[in-house]
């Protein structure tokens, strides 16, 4: 028994002074895989990369899974009857239903991630001035049609100019829809500088 409790102390101490003296190493991390802005270049690639990144906000956020197409099918004759067979969407209860806000959280990912890519995309210097132009032609398209989508589902809806990461406030009051064609027609129309 004696043997036993000196094993027992013996392998605590050994464990305890091994333990602390490799926290140091141990809680150090290195990213692997994280790229950062300033890592993508300065050439055609990294334009491509920047526009890449906006259109995969398509597929993460609104057509995986089947959630896009239905919260623009909400009032139509195929979406209603009893909430065991259509879910919340189908009892009425549109706020409880993920379907039902991954327009709008996807549309405002997509718009933030564009709202990004715009800034980055302006500041290549060595990429050929007919790459960005069309991509910064499709970084607008997709904002416009990002409103437009999500005028169509919501009615008046806030708009982004710049990124949250770039000073906007996440608090934006909601547009009457007049104005928020305005910006699609705007964003349509911009001629990218």
């Not at 500041?123 to 007919?130: F, L, P, Q, V, W």
Request: with cysteine.
């Amino acid at each position: 028994m004696k043997l036993y409790k000196l094993y027992v102390v013996l392998s605590l101490w050994a464990t305890g002074s091994l333990g602390l003296a490799s926290c140091s190493d141990f809680l150090k991390e290195e990213p692997y895989a994280f790229v950062g802005p300033d890592q993508l270049g300065n050439d055609n690639a990294a334009v491509d990369l920047w526009l890449t990144g906006v259109y995969s906000k398509w597929g993460n956020n609104m057509f995986r899974y089947s959630s896009f197409p239905r919260c623009l099918e909400l009032d139509s004759d195929y979406i209603t009857g009893p909430d065991w067979a259509f879910s919340n969407l189908g009892a009425g209860n549109f706020q409880a239903d993920e379907y039902a806000t991954s327009i709008w959280t996807g549309c405002y990912n997509l718009i933030h991630r564009a709202n990004v890519a715009i800034h980055y995309v302006n500041e290549i210097t060595g990429a050929d001035e007919k790459v960005k132009r069309n991509a910064l032609g499709e970084l607008y398209f997709q904002k416009a049609f990002s409103y437009f989508l999500l005028t169509r589902a919501y009615g008046e809806i806030p708009l982004f100019d710049v990124a949250i990461s770039e000073g906007a406030s996440y608090n934006q009051p909601r547009r009457p829809i007049p104005d928020v064609y305005a910006e699609i027609i705007r964003l349509l129309e911009q001629e990218p500088v």
